[in-house]
């Protein structure tokens, strides 16, 4: 294995080992363990997919800088010691279709990169994908769903969230988010970078549909002024 092989292996582990030390305490979290369980990740499957920097660096580096949970120390470390390996890759139409109204805020400042997955940088897997996923602040990622059952880690200190017609709900660092297949969800993001670990489970190449709510723009307004 070579160090970078080394390091974003690190990071898988310690994402799956947060996980474990969670069992229980999701129904996502027992699902996507249980996938895991059924995949061989051994040092042999280990991809060697080049590096990708994009133009949102600073954002990212800022984001990982600001994972200042106590229990979420290991993935920070390898996150920040692996950042320079991993493959990112804005949303260019990949996730959505390329007339999607997705809001100014999601175009200007989207990233995401693969660990395990399709075209990952650390194992291929076909239908089943884990992740990094960073917004940009003051950002409303608007309502919008898919076929893919979607667990989420945060990572961030605080960000909004909404399913469905519920009002918004913050959640901490460490919290999970679990988001049934084509159950609508939307997040805020404030004035720090928002970042996250994520997983779809299956149907990972199905595109997301944007579900219209009237409040989009008195929210992104609000974000814009930084009063929320």
């Keep these: 294995m070579t160090g970078k092989q080394q390091r974003i292996q690190a990071l898988i582990k310690s994402v799956i080992a947060y996980l474990r030390s969670c069992k229980g305490a999701s129904q996502g979290v027992d699902l996507v363990l249980s996938k895991l369980a059924g995949m061989d ?8 997919m080049p590096p990708q920097k994009s133009r949102h660096d600073a954002v990212l580096g800022s984001a990982i800088d600001l994972i200042t949970s106590p229990q979420l120390s290991e ?33 200007k400042c989207n990233l995401h990169t693969l660990l395990i997955g399709p075209n990952s940088c650390g194992y291929s897997q076909p239908d089943f994908s884990l992740g990094i996923f960073m917004l940009g602040p003051w950002t409303l990622y608007r309502d919008h769903c898919h076929d893919a059952p979607e667990l989420y ?47 779809w489970l299956e149907n990972v190449n199905s595109t997301c549909n944007v579900i219209h709510f009237d409040d989009w723009e008195e929210i992104e307004q609000k974000l814009a002024s930084q009063i929320i």
Aim: glycine share 8%; aromatic share 14%; with cysteine.
């Design 153 to 199: 880690l945060n990572l961030s200190e605080r960000s909004g969230w909404r399913f469905g017609d519920q009002q918004w709900m913050d959640y901490s660092a460490g919290s999970f988010v679990w988001n049934e297949a084509g159950a609508p969800h939307a997040t805020r993001v404030y004035g720090q970078p928002f970042i996250s670990v994520f997983v």
């Design 75 to 107: 993935i920070a470390n390898c996150l920040k010691a692996a950042k320079e390996d991993l493959t990112w890759c804005e949303d260019n139409s990949e996730f959505y279709s390329p007339d999607a109204d997705l809001g100014a805020g999601y175009k």
């Design 41 to 48: 990740l051994s040092d042999k499957n280990l991809v060697d």
